[in-house]
């Protein structure tokens, strides 16, 4: 099992930053693929960024791709990170961590295994 608990979330203006952290325990999170997800009201959970379990792979939707950077420590914090710049309203949503069972790193929600809480964004435009 591996519990996830995502932080860092509010309200920011257009073209502000957040850093979002999502923190893990449980089974062994150096060897677990990570991913962010989002959520808007009415819309289906859609893929942000995914990061493989050394850190050394990562993909990005094209919407966020340049403005947001995915991280991780595996050494002490057992954390990842989804840092985000460049905000738009269009990037208003319910922020999500997640988790495979595996190292490989997948866009699909439909592929991982743990889930958090989700954490809100909001831009005002």
């Known amino acids: 099992q591996v519990q996830l608990v995502e932080s860092g979330g509010g309200l920011v203006q257009a073209g502000g930053s957040l850093r979002l952290s999502c923190a893990a325990s449980?089974?062994?999170?150096?060897?677990?693929?990570m991913g962010w997800f989002r959520q808007a009201p009415g819309k289906e959970r859609e893929f942000v960024a995914t990061?493989?379990?050394?850190?050394?792979?990562?993909?990005y939707a094209d919407s966020v791709k340049g403005r947001f950077t995915i991280s991780r420590d595996n050494a002490a914090k057992n954390t990842v990170y989804l840092q985000m710049s460049g905000l738009k309203p269009e990037d208003t949503a319910v922020y999500y961590c997640?988790?495979?069972?595996?190292?490989?790193?997948?866009?699909?929600?439909?592929?991982?295994?743990?889930w958090g809480q989700g954490t809100q964004v909001t831009v005002s435009s």
């Open positions: 990061i493989s379990w050394s850190g050394g792979i990562t993909y």
């Open positions: 449980g089974r062994t999170f150096s060897s677990a693929a």
């Open positions: 997640a988790a495979r069972s595996t190292v490989v790193a997948v866009t699909s929600p439909s592929r991982y295994d743990y």
